[in-house]
């Protein structure tokens, strides 16, 4: 399907006609509409639902575990095209991630998500994969960017996961550019992936492989989570650790084997990451533990900042986790008891702390309308664009009047090619190719010879399919113009107010288009 992204911009324009602010009503049917101001539209990141889960567990809004098709991974990521590649290595890593963008069944709403592709051969077993995956996708945190799907489709070996868009700790910690993380945000950073794997642990999945920095990801809210990739080996047989060896858990290097203890070996050397500022080998790092020099391992961008009380209780606690013995670590539970007393600034947002922009709430979907709704009326109150362009598709032209092709026949090559254009439009509104559809119709509607409503209804709905509600709005709006009592204008203009987050007007757009409805119903009926 092709689709396109909002282009609309403060000061930029995105079709005929200028936009709508949030601030001012639509019309009603009877007076022709205002021509509005522009409004932003949300990024990609912001559009895609993340997990808002309370407490214990559970993961919000965070969708089903389930099998995706090769197909629909290629075409969410481009074809894995080489700039979308996130992984911390590049195209050189062994098991490339990708970002990408997946609709919703019945929406036309994008989510973000990460793909991470194996290399070939990795997992021969299709089945032992599957399993593998299924179990990692049970766990459902707000501390884990969680596991929310997979992919065996011949030897490709797929995980598809949450897209967290505020990239890595490593990022924030060793390649900052505008602000290093504070020392609150650090307090947090540990606690909340202490908190993800104390979850794991009591779900029965203790083992997470090559825990480090760049493990631990931000999401919209600047909040810290878990990649839900490390609960996975890289392979079925291959290792559970790729990063350098000085950071690798002494006893995987004797017995090749990952325990629980192992975890909290490589906690260790994230708190290390987190006090440091950055990479210190564990065994170096001890050294000068040993010797209580507590200042030479504090990161020199954090002095007269943090608390030397609860620096030296971090301190010790790193160096009980990088201890050589198993047997002489502590365990998750007590790790998430020492940091929780720790905690400062709890009532500060992490995005505040991070320094990145707010994020932007979701659009919510109106409340119920005052009457029963036809099929076209329950599409739009429940947002459900597939099903708007299905009646679109079949109800064809029959709702406008005087729109007559064989009257044109003899008309100039102009005319041929105004119908052309318009033609050109239903084959690509009929394939769902919303960027091509989009262009053949304002070609339609840019000649301004005949005017049809139902081109402007399948534009906005193509608008919407691209994430354009600005520009949706606007061309239910001029439908509404053309034929001030068609009930689809003033639906469609309800689809439009609740993507931009205008509730009131989208309910009151909604009952105005089903008092239509029935009225024409009822003229055609007749006494």
């Known amino acids: 399907m092709g689709c396109c992204r909002s282009s609309l911009r403060p000061g930029a324009a995105a079709g005929p006609g200028a936009g709508t602010h949030a601030a001012e009503k639509p019309p009603r049917h009877r007076s022709p509409p205002p021509q509005p101001a522009n409004r932003l539209s949300l990024n990609a990141h912001q559009a ?9 567990g559970g993961g919000g809004d965070v969708p089903a575990f389930a099998e995706f098709s090769l197909a629909d991974l290629r075409a969410a990521t481009g074809g894995f095209a080489a700039g979308n590649i996130v992984s911390e290595s590049g195209e050189k890593a062994p098991n490339l991630v990708y970002r990408g963008q997946l609709k919703g069944p019945g929406s036309a709403q994008l989510r973000a998500i990460a793909v991470k592709k194996f290399a070939k051969h990795a997992w021969p077993d299709p089945k032992q994969f599957a399993e593998e995956a299924k179990g990692v996708g049970n766990l459902r945190h707000r ?3 969680n596991l929310i799907g997979y992919c065996c489709d011949g030897d490709e070996r797929l995980l598809v996961a949450e897209f967290m868009p505020n990239d890595t700790l490593a990022k924030h910690l060793f390649h900052w550019e505008n602000q290093t993380i504070e020392w609150a945000m650090r307090l947090r950073v540990a606690y909340y992936i202490a908190q993800a794997l104390e979850y794991c642990s009591t779900k029965g999945r203790p083992l997470y492989h090559d825990l480090n920095a760049y493990r631990v990801l931000f999401d919209e809210n600047g909040d ?13 047989d291959g290792k559970s ?5 000085a950071y690798t858990p002494p006893e995987y290097l004797r017995n090749g084997r990952v325990t629980p203890e192992s975890v909290i070996f490589s906690f260790g050397t994230v708190l290390l990451d987190l006090l440091s500022g950055k990479r210190i080998p564990p065994s170096h790092a001890l050294d000068i533990m040993r010797g209580r020099n507590i200042q030479a391992v504090m990161d020199s961008h954090l002095e007269g900042n943090y608390s030397i009380e609860v620096a030296t209780t971090l301190v010790n606690l790193a160096s009980q986790c990088l201890q050589y013995e198993p047997r002489d670590r502590p365990d998750i539970k007590k790790l998430v008891s020492i940091l929780e007393p720790l905690q400062t600034k709890s009532e500060v947002p992490s995005y505040v702390m991070l320094g990145i922009p707010k994020p932007v709430e979701e659009p919510q979907a109106p409340p119920a309308p005052q009457r029963p709704l036809s099929s076209m009326g329950e599409a739009c109150s429940r947002m459900d664009l597939t099903a708007i362009h299905q009646i679109l598709f079949t109800t064809h032209y029959r709702d406008d009047e005087g729109s007559n092709e064989l009257s044109f026949q003899e008309w100039t090559q102009q005319m041929r090619d105004m119908l052309d254009a318009r033609k050109r439009g239903d084959f690509a509104f009929k394939d769902k190719d919303f960027k091509a559809a989009i262009d053949c119709y304002s070609q339609f509607i840019d000649v301004g010879t005949m005017v049809s409503p139902t081109v402007f209804a399948r534009r906005s709905l193509c608008y919407l399919m691209c994430d354009q509600p600005d520009a949706a709005l606007r061309d239910a ?3 509404q113009i053309v034929s001030p009592d068609w009930p689809t204008a003033f639906y469609m203009q ?10 009131s007007d989208a309910v009151d757009m909604l009952n105005e288009a089903s008092q239509l409805e029935e009225k024409r119903q009822k003229s ?4």
């Open 241 to 245: 650790y790729s990063t350098n060896l």
């Open 143 to 145: 501390r884990m960017a």
């Open 48 to 56: 895609a639902p993340s997990a808002r889960s309370g407490g214990g």
């Open 477 to 479: 709006m001029q439908a």
């Open 494 to 503: 309800s689809v439009a107010l609740s993507k931009l987050n205008m509730q």
């Open 224 to 236: 810290p989570r878990l990649s839900c990739f490390g609960l996975m080996k890289n392979s079925r």
């Open 524 to 527: 055609t009926k007749g006494p």
